[in-house]
């Protein structure tokens, strides 16, 4: 079966220090590879998806970037965090195309 | 473009009351249509998703859906919550090829013993 491990769960960073959170699926191969943030009161919203090794693209200009260097590994990076970077962070996978999302268990951010 | 409206931030039930929560969407076309849950401070588990065929579509822990073409909706519903079913509920849409996933931004349940 496929899981999807995604770390560290909790993170607190100081302004201006650099991020890597990691996100790795197993069980599959070529999966759709999906970053969100969840701000309180906000939802979830779509911040990179990956449809393939070195393929991202980014649904919001921002300080973050991310990185697919295997196939099912994910990574998202900042070189200086921003107070505004803090919320909870969900990777999430998904095998075909309009098929449902299976969800990491997410990494709380907070930037001090 | 597509969006996705959850209209109700809160809801309080008691326990063994029916429910409903709205979810309306905007999309050209049929979407893909999904609801999840929240725990808190975890990630999301799938309720249930509508592609296509019967409209009114079960999911997992006895919660159901509807799709409404006419309303643009796709309520969830229970028949009788259990205290255990507080959490924060998304839905979601996803455009048919644009491998994004549109959100909602949730309805946080409360259970009332």
């Known amino acids: 079966s496929q899981t999807i491990h995604q770390w560290p769960a909790t993170l607190v960073q100081p302004v201006g220090s650099p991020l890597s959170l990691e996100c790795t699926v197993e069980?599959?191969?070529?999966?759709?590879l999906y970053w969100y943030r969840q701000a309180a009161g906000r939802g979830l919203q779509l911040l990179f998806y990956?449809?393939?090794?070195?393929?991202i693209s980014s649904e919001v200009p921002q300080n973050l970037s991310a990185s697919r260097p295997q196939d099912r590994q994910f990574i998202l990076s900042s070189k200086k965090l921003l107070l505004s970077d803090s919320g909870f962070y969900l990777c999430?996978?998904?095998?075909?195309?309009?098929?449902?999302?299976?969800f990491g268990q997410g990494t709380r951010l907070t930037v001090v | 473009a597509q969006s996705v409206t959850q209209p109700d931030i809160h809801i309080t039930v008691s326990e063994g009351a029916s429910l409903e929560l709205r979810c309306n969407y905007s999309?050209?076309?049929?979407?893909?249509l999904f609801w999840y849950v929240q725990s808190p401070g975890q990630g999301l588990q799938l309720l249930l998703k509508?592609?296509?065929?019967?409209?009114l579509v079960q999911g997992i822990k006895g919660f159901e859906a509807e799709f409404k073409r006419s309303q643009s909706s796709f309520n969830l519903r229970k028949p009788s919550v259990h205290w255990s079913d507080a959490a924060e509920y998304f839905c979601?849409?996803?455009?048919?090829?644009?491998?994004?996933?549109?959100f909602g931004t949730g309805t946080r349940l409360k259970v009332l013993a």
């Open positions: 990956s449809v393939g090794i070195g393929q």
């Open positions: 999309y050209g076309a049929t979407p893909y």
């Open positions: 979601a849409v996803d455009g048919s090829g644009t491998y994004k996933y549109i």
């Open positions: 069980g599959t191969s070529n999966p759709n």
């Open positions: 509508y592609f296509s065929g019967d409209t």
């Open positions: 999430a996978w998904t095998e075909h195309v309009d098929t449902e999302a299976f």
